[in-house]
Every structure is written in C-alpha cells, then in structure tokens.
C-alpha cells in the first residue's frame, strides 16, 4: 500500500502485520507492505483512508475496492 506524506506519519507508528516493510519514498510517503488475515481488513483499511492510501496488490482486492467506490458514488449521488 502506497500512503501519502500527511498519513505516513500515523502508518509508520503503528505496527500492522508481525512481517511488515516499510520503505520511505523520496516524497515523505511510504510503501508498507504487510499480511492481513483476511480480505475484508484489507478492503476496511484501504477505504478508510481515502485517497491517502493506495492499495497495490493483490488486484482482485483493488477490483473491489473500485467497485465499492462506484457504488459509494451512486449512493451519494442521489
């Protein structure tokens, strides 16, 4: 997951995963990598970022959350 500079700070803190990296971009972001227990965490945790957070891999999870953002948007279109 790619997280921008003004969450970086709140991810690096916190420990996510027993395996996680963390690799600092040259912008201030980060890119942590991690192991979750289960699809719908990744999905929850992804989304709850906004656009702060990038999820990478795997891609049927970033179909999803595409999806969810599709539905997100017609409900609150109305």
Do not use: C
């Not at 420990?15 to 971009?25: F, L, T």
């Not at 227990?37 to 999870?61: H, Y």
Request: charged share 30%; no cysteine; net charge negative.
């Amino acid at each position: 997951v790619d997280i921008v500079p003004k969450a970086a700070t709140y991810v690096r803190e916190r420990i996510w995963s027993k395996d996680q990296v963390i690799k600092e971009k040259k912008d201030g972001g980060i890119t942590l990598e991690f192991t979750a227990t289960s699809r719908p965490e990744v999905l929850a945790w992804v989304l709850s970022f906004g656009g702060e957070a990038t999820l990478r891999d795997p891609e049927d999870i970033r179909r999803e959350i595409l999806l969810r953002l599709s539905m997100m948007e017609t409900a609150h279109s109305n």
